[in-house]
């Protein structure tokens, strides 16, 4: 798959790889950390989250414009992980020295994102920039297909990093996960007259109704905790907090990780990290001709709108997509059965994961028929031990294992890093035939998809009304359709801008890029204030909605998008 | 392109309008949900089988949910004080709690009534399976989150 690319693309891999792994460690636990903190509810949460996610994608515009015309890249990106170490550090502290307040939560957050601007979208550009040489130049959208991979395999690993932190934090004082206690002890704490006395009234209607303080009682019982009520709502949530703490500082670790691999491996992209303004400055240095692409004002001009178009367009793709980590994950929490069986276990442990996704990767090699003597014994082995282990780890489940929210997110990962190779060979079948969309058509195709996987979310939802939870399985379906639909879009997204972007605003086009994705992160948050307010399935059926009309819109300027694509700057 | 782009940007206008929407009065939202479970209490008198008791009760955790958060926001005012405090033994004794209290009470008489209806009309299905999924929701909705 590396054949016909340059090494820098294995550092770009490698190091956004850390980065993101850092990122997705937080974000996996940012809801229930600020609704186990705080007390917030979903749409309190919401503020904070779609704020966050507005910063993160936003300012990538302030540091492609810093790229641009100040430091160039290389240096921007290595600032940016020193700027996201000192903010997931700053994150980590309330945790660990015991600090209140929001002020430090707002800080830090603004930190990473400021950090994550000077990184993200100048990682981009400067993967876009190796693929300048000619002996490159056809490889650019696979290559982005493969960044796109580093982004996943950190996320994959980051849901699991959180959670293994959070457990080892209560496990240390013989507790163990229960996502409601921090509420109840919240309730236990402060006075709650107007809610104690609707509970009396419920209760004198109906059996077995529950107070925040049998319920609490109940759980310092199965815990076997030997203090009283106040202690246990106390400890357990400074202890859930260093939990948070300790994956927030995980996430600052693996900062230093991206940058050392960026700072060391940094000849393998050198040559490639000059801006178009670096050239010229060089060039008048030497007194030669700056060796720089030449674009009318009208050609940049008709280049940059075809760039605003669909920036608008795909920010109501990361609206709905944005979910995952938002109303997605409370419907994970709250709407899904989370007592499921040992088989359904299999998919939500790394330890029966990995070894059940290595059998049926050796599976494909044991049957495949172009594969030699060599690459069958290897898929043969594979299959056996991928088997074998994955059956140990069901013998060592529980009879009714418990589902945590946040390991929904691993779905999405992990399908992504499955799926590119068949989306990738299923582009490169349409184009032998002659038949592979443009990128602006990709892009209008992942919208529709994207509606799909809403509907099968809608469809979910109405079960409900017949229904107390739904079975895991329809989450499932809906990350898997909402993945090929951002296979349809994102890196092909990447791909269009770097292949449009007129070359003296290359970081700022990538900021752009991102910068849509922070738009629709905004209008995520936005959106899921509706949560509380619609029934759930009305909300599933705004997504459809608005992703169809998106769709709509953008196969209604396809000519415009495909015209820019076309065209060719001289050199 | 004109068209398009007002398109565009009424779908964003739309969607900031959206989430703008709820009230900011909690008494208010009481008084509304109250008329809800008032509803599912004429709904709970023509109960025929299980599924319609399923119903009637999806739609009570519903109502209940709102009652939740309206009283959760009216308990919002005595979140930086702490249970038997000096300070919220005074907040009690002020005419503002007292008043609050007074109209409180009157919903919550009127949603005692409607949930004793209720509850005796759903009496025959309480063993149903999904019936009691849905009453083990509402024994724990208040509490949760």
Partial sequence: MLKGHPKGLLVAFFANMGERFGYYTMLAIFVLYLQANFGFNASQAGDYYGGF?????????LGGIIADRFLGYGKTIALGTIIMFVGYMLLASPGFFAMEGKLIIIVSLFVISLGTGFFKGNLQALTGKLYDDPKYAANRDNAFNIFYMGINIGAFFAPHAATGVVNWMLGGKNFSYESTIPHLSNLQATPHPFLDKMTGTLQANFEGVQTYTAKLQHFMSEMNFGGTIQD????????????????????????????LIFTIFRKYYKHADVTEKQKEAQAAKEGKKADTVKMSKEEEKKRLVALGLVFVTVAFFWMAFHQNGFTLTIFARDFTVSDVSKFDYLFFDLKSFLPLLAAIGGLILLLRRKSSAKTKAIGAGLTVVGAALGYWAYTTFDQNPTIEPQLFQHFNPIFIVFLTPLIVGFFTWLRKKGKEPSSPRKIGIGMFLTA???????????????????????????????????????????????????????????????????????????????????EIWQFFALMVGLTILSGIFIFSIMRILENATKSNPEK | MKVRLIIISSLLAGILFMSGCGTDNPMQDLRDASKEIDKIEKQSENIQNKEQAFTVLRDLNGAMKDVREAALALDNKYKNMRVG????????????????????????????????????????YKDDEEVKKMLNKLQSLLISR
């Fill in chain 1, 232 to 259: 246990f709502i106390t400890e357990y949530p400074t202890t859930l907090s260093k939990g948070y703490s300790g994956a927030f500082a995980v996430a600052a670790v693996s900062m230093l990780v991206s940058l």
């Fill in chain 1, 452 to 534: 799909a996987g809403f509907i099968v979310m809608m469809s979910g939802a109405l079960k409900l009304q017949s229904m107390t939870g739904l079975s895991p399985y329809w989450l499932i379906g809906t990350y898997l359709t909402l993945t090929v639909a951002e296979l349809f879009l994102s890196p092909i997204g990447i791909s269009f801008v770097a292949k449009v972007a007129p070359p003296r605003f290359s970081g700022l086009a990538q900021g752009g890029w991102l910068g849509a994705t922070a738009i629709g992160n905004l209008l995520a948050g936005l959106v899921g204030k509706l949560w509380d307010i619609v």
């Fill in chain 1, 53 to 61: 996610l507005f910063g993160i994608y936003f300012l990538p515009i």
């Fill in chain 2, 85 to 124: 405090s000096d300070e919220f033994k005074k907040a009690k004794q002020s005419e503002d709690f007292k008043q609050t209290m007074n109209e409180f009470e009157k919903i919550n008489s009127e949603i005692d009534s409607s949930l004793a209806v209720i509850s005796k009309n759903l009496d025959p």
